[in-house]
């Protein structure tokens, strides 16, 4: 089936349209925290959430079937300022001009934001409180320098829950979780301390179910009055449908699969106005809605293309919510990549394969949509049908990027490390990018950017920047005075931990100040173990509470970087040390044919046991000092080599590095080698990244892959690409992805964007319009090494 008239008519508008800030939401926020002065933070936040949806624009755009944004704009970015303005304050005139994900406002928006609106949030803010109780020390190095980055933990919403939709959302609906809050209320005393705070917990839940009803409410009201004065029947039996839907649910469960995909994005839309959220991923969207569509489908009342343009009309929902951030964190998230990981595939919780029809609509309708959202991930299994393996690389074949491909069973073992019941880590969905997650948990997965090749830079540079020549770190001894590769690698050990402690420091902060006033009803409402305790997600109410996740960037620039020190000074003698910190102080000027030897090296990407076990202890030394430390609850923290575009800003910020880089050039994302530097076959790269002990980074791990597109032209050539992709899977790799447009195109798309604003590549550990992405990023993806061979 070929995509549909409506939903090309939709896609059009997404592609071509700019997000439009709206400060709907922050009005209605700031009026209601006016209003409610004194009262319980959790009842403010609850009340702010019912205000809003009392108050918000509600508008059906021509054609769609399904409705509900989150401002006056089809494609709408909202603010957030309890979490963060004064960042917001600083940039928003130039959100319009800005490299990176830039915003439509107009100067009567900023005005009206400014007189209106930030003067209540002045001195209330998570941002400002954030700020108010963090050391100089640890802001030297640990706000907007690049080297550690914990910024969307204070000043954006934070998300990174994965909705319960199997144990609470589709079964209840609103008014059923209204009626469970209402009967826990019914139950408790007043006068019992310790009750008191479940009293307001569940007042909180009540006030969030009458704000998602009322919500449904509206949009119903409104689909009758446009049916009423629409012309064409068509349309108006679409919109008395609508109607209908709308006044069932959310406030019911869901009796069909038109519902269901109606309720699924009536709870993302609410999920994006409690708190413009970093993560907030649909899950397992083919285990919880095959279901409905069996059962239409045996009732006669819906047939496979119908319920695929619904599919279509919700990806396209999806992608017009752009996530409103600051320059510094669109720097680290870049493309409007706000993540809805949808997962797919995999087996169930008794082992048997869990791919169903959605699971293959789903890959029809990112392949036929071409959408940034939702994050499209797949889960493999051993006993995989090969169906669904075709279907998965011809979906690679396309280059959009999607999906994620991720290997079952070391998603199992990485939530098995943090101790989940096995029913649980077995019913595993991805959150954010390739982060193994459940529907039962609290946690932040993207919490700190922890730089490697800074901790290298510090230890080589006496504890400054290179750039600045600021002192930043520890202090360290003159760098050429190290007398072996052991000295140097305690350096940067010592380096390392400082980083780690400023990191942790950073975190612990945020999370007290979240526990005050970050308190998060409507992500509450969706978890089951929140509703039980009668405890919000900051209190610890769900059933896994789990430490913060630190991701490592610039593993493999590290390694390639000692591996060349190793080499060239310490066992081949042909340098001394004195001439390579020269070298990298210079940025390599003058010394092109050390530089050219330093690129001769072993790099790791390509089977090379000299550098791949530089790359493993690094990563087992950032295992061991990260998860020594514990977070507010208790819980130890969490490592993970994910990637977002930090090795953009994070190599920005740095001098030249010995494996032959430039000053300010991009590191490197995930466990994925250096750009460029995989210059064996794929299968090398593969086999290097599978010698990292994935099992242990429980946070996920992302392996970021190039091949020529002629290598999975054919059916053939994407056979061999699944074949292996087992193989990988089976040595203990977790996640791949692939990008396979050719340079001619991507080049092509640089000069001419107006004919490619369809083009979707992978960045990181997502997909982005091409078009959207700044010149520096579209160039380091052009950089990476396009493999020939398997």
């Known amino acids: 089936?070929?995509?549909?008239?409506?939903?090309?008519?939709?896609?059009?508008?997404?592609?071509?349209?700019?997000?439009?800030?709206?400060?709907e939401r922050a009005w209605s926020w700031t009026k209601s925290f006016q209003r409610t002065e004194g009262l319980p933070n959790i009842i403010r936040v609850a009340?702010?959430?019912?205000?809003?949806?009392?108050?918000?624009?509600?508008n059906i755009w021509e054609g769609e079937l399904v409705v509900g944004t989150s401002g006056e704009y089809r494609k709408c970015a909202i603010l957030?300022?309890?979490?963060?303005?004064?960042w917001i304050n600083d940039e928003i005139d130039t959100f319009p001009e800005r490299g990176q994900d830039p915003y439509e406002v107009t100067p009567e928006q900023a005005k009206f934001i400014r007189e209106n609106i930030f003067p209540y949030w002045k001195g209330k803010s998570i941002e400002e409180a954030f700020l108010a109780r963090t050391s100089e020390a640890t802001k030297k190095i640990g706000v907007d320098t690049g080297f550690l980055d914990t910024d969307s933990k204070w000043r954006n919403g934070v998300g990174e829950i994965s909705a319960d939709y199997i144990d609470v959302l589709l079964p209840k609906g609103y008014a059923g979780i209204k009626k469970e809050a209402e009967e826990h209320l019914s139950q408790l005393n007043e006068a019992i301390p310790e009750e008191k705070k479940k009293i307001d917990f569940y007042k909180s839940i009540i006030m969030i179910a009458d704000g998602m009803m009322t919500l449904g409410r509206r949009y119903s009201e409104k689909a009758t009055e446009m049916a009423a004065v629409e012309a064409d029947p068509k349309r108006k039996a679409e919109l008395e449908e609508i109607a209908q839907i709308c006044a069932t649910v959310p406030a019911n469960p869901p009796k069909s699969f038109r519902e269901a995909i109606q309720f699924v994005w009536f709870v993302q839309l609410g999920g994006i106005l409690?708190?413009?959220?970093?993560?907030?991923?649909?899950?397992?969207?083919?285990?919880?809605?095959?279901?409905?569509?069996e059962a239409d489908l045996k009732a006669g009342k819906i047939d496979y293309d119908t319920a695929l343009e619904y599919v279509e009309c919700l990806w396209l929902k999806y992608s017009e919510w752009a996530w409103t951030i600051s320059k510094n964190t669109a720097s680290f998230f870049a493309g409007y990549t706000n993540f809805e990981?949808?997962?797919?595939?995999?087996?169930?919780v008794d082992g048997t394969d869990a791919t169903n029809t959605i699971s293959y609509m789903a890959l029809q309708a990112t392949k036929e949509c071409m959408t940034h959202q939702p994050t499209l991930s797949c889960r493999i299994h051993p006993d995989c049908p090969p169906e669904f393996m075709e279907a998965v690389t011809e979906l690679v074949s396309t280059g959009c990027g999607f999906p994620a491909i991720h290997g079952d069973r070391t998603g199992y073992q990485m939530l098995s490390n943090l101790g989940y019941e096995p029913k649980d880590a077995k019913d595993w969905n991805n959150c954010g990018c390739v982060v193994p997650h459940s529907r039962k948990t609290f946690q932040w997965t993207s919490a700190a950017s922890i730089s490697f090749a800074a901790a290298l830079e510090f230890a080589l540079n006496e504890g400054k920047s290179r750039l600045s020549g600021e002192q930043v770190s520890v202090p360290e001894k003159d760098?050429?005075?190290?007398t072996s590769i052991d000295e140097i690698i305690e350096a940067w050990k010592n380096q390392f931990r400082y980083l780690?402690?400023?990191?942790?420091?950073?975190?612990?902060?945020?999370?007290?100040?979240?526990?005050?006033?970050?308190?998060?009803?409507?992500?509450?409402?969706?978890n089951e173990y929140c509703l039980k305790n009668g405890k919000d997600l900051v209190d610890g109410g769900a059933k896994y509470n789990i430490g913060p996740v630190f991701t490592g960037v610039g593993l493999s620039v590290t390694a390639n970087s000692l591996a060349v020190i190793k080499k060239l000074v310490f066992e081949d003698k042909k340098y001394t040390l004195s001439e390579v910190i020269d070298a990298i102080n210079a940025n390599w000027e003058g010394y092109e044919q050390l530089r050219q030897e330093a690129l001769a090296c072993p790099k790791y990407g390509n089977d090379n046991d000299y550098v791949d076990s530089i790359a493993r202890m690094l990563e087992e030394f950032f295992y061991t000092e990260v998860t020594s430390y514990k977070d507010l609850y208790g819980n130890h923290f969490v490592t993970a080599f994910m990637g977002i575009s930090n090795y953009l800003p994070t190599g920005k910020v740095l001098g030249a590095t010995p494996d032959g880089r430039h000053a300010k050039d991009p590191i490197n994302e995930g466990v994925s080698p250096y750009t460029g530097s995989d210059t064996s076959t794929c299968l090398a790269a593969l086999r290097s990244a599978a010698k990292m002990e994935h099992d242990i980074h429980s946070g996920g791990t992302l392996l970021n892959l190039r091949l020529n597109h002629d290598l999975v032209a054919t059916k053939r050539g994407r056979a061999n690409l699944g074949a292996m992709l087992q193989s990988y899977f089976a040595i203990g790799g977790f996640h791949v992805q692939f990008n396979c447009i050719s340079n001619e195109v991507l080049a092509d798309a640089q000069k001419n964007p107006e004919k490619y604003r369809s083009l979707l590549v992978r960045v990181a550990g997502y997909s982005a319009q091409f078009t959207n992405l700044s010149k520096e990023m579209q160039d380091s993806i052009m950089a990476r090494n396009a493999h020939g061979d398997f």
Not at 274 to 293: H, I, T, V
Request: proline share 7%.
């Open 1 to 23: 089936m070929a995509i549909t008239e409506r939903v090309e008519k939709i896609r059009q508008n997404y592609v071509n349209t700019k997000p439009h800030i709206s400060y």
């Open 47 to 58: 009340q702010a959430f019912k205000d809003t949806c009392s108050e918000l624009s509600v």
């Open 80 to 86: 957030t300022p309890e979490f963060g303005w004064l």
């Open 274 to 293: 409690s708190e413009n959220p970093l993560a907030w991923n649909p899950g397992r969207f083919d285990q919880y809605m095959y279901p409905y569509y």
């Open 341 to 348: 990981n949808l997962t797919i595939g995999g087996t169930k």
């Open 479 to 482: 760098p050429k005075t190290f």
């Open 500 to 526: 780690v402690k400023q990191g942790v420091i950073s975190l612990v902060t945020a999370q007290e100040i979240h526990r005050e006033s970050g308190h998060r009803p409507f992500m509450s409402a969706c």
